[in-house]
């Protein structure tokens, strides 16, 4: 069943009201430079602790549909902050290191429990990030990576990344899939864990309309069940990698 987008995002800002607690800015997570990061932040009701995930947006910015995916992923049971890496200067592994470090100081958070997901540039960034933050000081372990349709291509494979799943379509012309499923082949010969999932007849940015293509419902509740089901097991139980 396919559902209109503008029903969807009303039934994510009903859910957000009646289930997640989210505010944007004023968090006060400040850089290196004195800049404050813009963000959107969405706990779930009760203390937790819970697993934490940092959300990277797409070329678009911190959009409407990326803060309805953070509160949609937050009722889950998952504290979720959506960075605006756009919002300020500097190098985007000291934003995504600065989310990092907030969500540890967090009580409802579990410090050893905090993953990426990325949509499009941000997938790409959110793998080089996890690789850079186990050869930065101090180290801090992602515990699961979620790639929705990863843009401008993927880099080589690395025994640092956590374990990984790609949500891709096969008609994207960002990055073909079948580099992303030989990325993945790879992955698991230097036995790390890697599943990939390939739409059929879906375009890249299939989560929202652009000038890829238009919006999938039914592939975007696919995709969200699937990014569920695998933070479930890798970063609410598994321990780190």
Known sequence: MR????????????????????????????????????????KPPGKGPYPAVIILHHKGGLTEDIKIFASSLSEKNFVTIAIDY??????????????????????????????????????LEGMR????????????????????YIG????GPSSNLPPILFLHGDKDIETHWKAVLEMCDELKRMNQVCEAKIY??????F??????????????????KRTVAFLNKYLRRAPIQ
Request: negative net charge; contains cysteine.
């Open 3 to 42: 559902f209109s987008h503008s029903f969807i995002r009303l039934a994510g800002v009903v859910c957000l009201l009646a289930l997640a607690s989210c505010q944007t800015t004023g968090n006060g997570i400040k850089l290196p430079d004195d800049s404050v990061l813009d963000t959107y932040l969405c």
């Open 152 to 155: 401008r291509g993927v880099d």
């Open 129 to 148: 990030v996890a690789i850079d933050f186990q050869n930065e000081y101090p180290i801090r372990p992602i515990g699961a990576l979620v790639s929705y």
């Open 200 to 205: 059929e007849n879906t375009y890249h940015a």
């Open 207 to 224: 989560t929202h309309g652009s000038r890829y293509g238009g919006y999938d419902g039914q592939v975007s509740a696919d995709a969200f």
């Open 86 to 123: 756009y919002s300020s200067g500097g190098w985007l592994s000291h934003k995504v290191g600065a989310a990092y470090d907030f969500l540890q100081k967090l009580p409802e958070v579990d410090p050893e429990r905090i993953g990426i997901l990325g949509f499009s540039r941000g997938a």
